[in-house]
Each structure stands twice: as structure tokens, then as C-alpha cells.
């Protein structure tokens, strides 16, 4: 199970007419990856926004060994690593 506090580390990485926040979640015991969130700077709920959260799971599923396809977008107010489906199931 993933702790509910972990080390970050964030990086804005900006391209022409783009700016993104990728931040990196920690396993506090191994220091390995174990999440990775991409947020935009642009329009909340856009084409971008929906395609950057779900290359964000399906990474962050990855390297936690977790190969389930990606579902439609939790609400907003429900991005909780178990909406997100960061919690590792069993």
C-alpha cells in the first residue's frame, strides 16, 4: 500500500506555447518512483488536461506494476489516490 505522505519532487517543464508541472512521488522507505501527476497550466477539463491525467495513472500504474487500462476521469473533487487508482488492489 501506497503511504498517504510521501516525498515529491516537481518540475515545471515548459514548450513552446505549453507549460507543465510534473511532479514525482516517492516510496518513503525505498525512495523509489511510485507516482507521477502532469498537471497544465491551461484550462481545467480541456482535451489536454483529461489526456495528461491519464498518461500520468497509466505511468504511475507502471511503475507500480499495475497494467489496468485507465478509466474516464474521476470528478475533480474526488482525486484521491484511490479515485486515481494508485492503491495498489489486493
Known amino acids: ?16 506555447g505549453f507549460s507543465f508541472t510534473v511532479r514525482v512521488g516517492f516510496d518513503p522507505k525505498t525512495g523509489a518512483p511510485i507516482e507521477v501527476f502532469i498537471d ?12 495528461l491525467y491519464k498518461v500520468g495513472v497509466t505511468l504511475s500504474r507502471m511503475m507500480q506494476g499495475d497494467d489496468r487500462p485507465v478509466e474516464d476521469e474521476p470528478s475533480s473533487n474526488a482525486l484521491t489516490d484511490e479515485a486515481l487508482g494508485l492503491v495498489p488492489q489486493g
Do not use: Y
Open 1 to 16: 500500500m501506497i503511504p498517504d505522505r510521501r516525498p515529491t519532487q516537481s518540475q515545471i517543464v515548459e514548450a513552446p
Open 40 to 51: 497544465s497550466r491551461g484550462k481545467a477539463g480541456s482535451p489536454l488536461d483529461h489526456a
